[in-house]
């Protein structure tokens, strides 16, 4: 058999022994690490991940620590604090073209976008306080920046000018949408317009438009068919006012959306009608009995 070295033997006894004493020295250093210190010794928010969570938090295990925010959130400037602001910011101007436009390019000197959303909402208030001529120098300012060139903007546009009484730019203004969106051009331009020369007097017009209308193929609505028919009546014009209302009788049922469902309204039939100057559409009248959900006929 072959025998161990003596020195073999003393070697190995001697690894067994440090590695005993390493072993001690290290579960000493851990026990002073996570006993004798406590978390919160370490950091004075600890205090209140003990108070909340019965478990003790470990470096290795255990979930993440939260620790309570030491700072308040500001309050974010919504958009439509916004645009009250810039609303507040024009009004106490005078009607100078450069000084309300100096204005409004010093309120959004600091966006990185231009605030289309703010600056449509400030054109919806000042249309409810019914300042028209805010309402055409915000949106011609807003045009002349490239923003917000949609066919809404355009509108009330028109309707600012009209009521404000300069209708030769009210023409020109249409002049253009009209050569432009030929074929796309939305009915509402069409009613408004008529609405206007209705209101000033100004038949020839007037009739020139709705022609304009049949030559495109465009539906008349009630207000419209019952504008032309009035004046066919004052000018004695009896057969053209047969012709055109056998031609587009009133409807008895006009379909709207109510809940996210469409629905059918019962129209109120009447020889009189009101012309107001921001709604374009007759007088509806509304029962129980007259709201009837409909799915399966086509729009009229």
């Given at each position: 058999m072959r025998r161990k070295s003596p020195q073999g033997h003393s070697t190995t006894s001697l690894l067994q022994t440090l590695c005993g004493a390493a072993a001690g020295i290290i579960g000493n250093i851990t026990d002073v690490v996570f006993v004798g210190f406590s978390p919160s010794s370490l950091h004075p928010r600890n205090d209140?991940?003990?108070?909340?969570?019965?478990?003790?938090?470990?470096?290795?295990?255990?979930?993440?620590?939260?620790?309570?925010?030491?700072?308040?959130?500001?309050?974010?400037?919504g958009t439509i604090s916004k645009?009250?602001?810039?609303?507040?910011?024009?009004?106490?101007?005078?009607?100078?073209?450069?000084?309300?436009?100096?204005?409004?390019?010093?309120?959004?000197?600091?966006?990185?976008e231009f605030p289309l959303i703010t600056v449509k909402k400030a054109l919806k208030t000042l249309e409810m306080e019914k300042d028209w001529k805010r309402i055409i120098q915000v949106?011609?300012?807003?045009?002349?920046?490239?923003?917000?060139?949609?066919?809404?903007?355009?509108?009330?546009?028109?309707?600012?000018?009209?009521?404000?009484?300069?209708?030769?730019?009210?023409?020109?203004?249409?002049?253009?949408l009209f050569s432009e969106n030929l074929?796309?051009?939305?009915?509402?331009?069409?009613?408004?317009?008529?609405?206007?020369?209705?209101?000033?007097?100004?038949?020839?017009?007037?009739?020139?438009?709705?022609?304009?209308?049949?030559?495109?193929g465009i539906k008349p609505n009630g207000l419209i068919v019952k504008l032309v028919g009035d004046v066919f009546?004052?000018?004695?014009?009896?057969?053209?006012y047969e012709k055109i209302?056998?031609?587009?009788?009133?409807p008895t049922w006009e379909y709207r959306?109510?809940?996210?469902?469409?629905?059918?309204?019962?129209?109120?039939?009447?020889?009189?009608?009101?012309?107001?100057?921001?709604?374009?559409?007759?007088?509806?009248k509304q029962t129980d009995n007259s709201v009837v959900e409909d799915d399966n006929d086509p729009l009229e």
């Open positions: 209140f991940v003990q108070q909340q969570e019965p478990f003790q938090v470990c470096a290795a295990k255990g979930p993440r620590p939260r620790f309570p925010r030491v700072w308040k959130a500001r309050k974010k400037i645009s009250l602001k810039l609303v507040e910011c024009i009004k106490g101007l005078s009607n100078v073209k450069e000084e309300v436009y100096g204005a409004l390019d010093s309120f959004i000197a600091w966006e990185l949106t011609k300012w807003m045009l002349s920046k490239g923003q917000g060139r949609t066919m809404g903007s355009y509108y009330t546009l028109l309707n600012a000018l009209a009521e404000d009484g300069r209708i030769e730019e009210a023409e020109e203004l249409w002049s253009k074929e796309s051009l939305p009915r509402i331009f069409f009613s408004k317009m008529i609405s206007i020369y209705y209101n000033n007097g100004m038949h020839g017009k007037m009739f020139e438009v709705f022609a304009d209308m049949e030559e495109l009546q004052k000018l004695d014009m009896h057969e053209k209302t056998k031609k587009y009788p009133p959306y109510y809940k996210g469902k469409r629905v059918r309204i019962r129209l109120k039939q009447s020889n009189s009608f009101d012309m107001t100057a921001n709604n374009d559409l007759p007088q509806l």
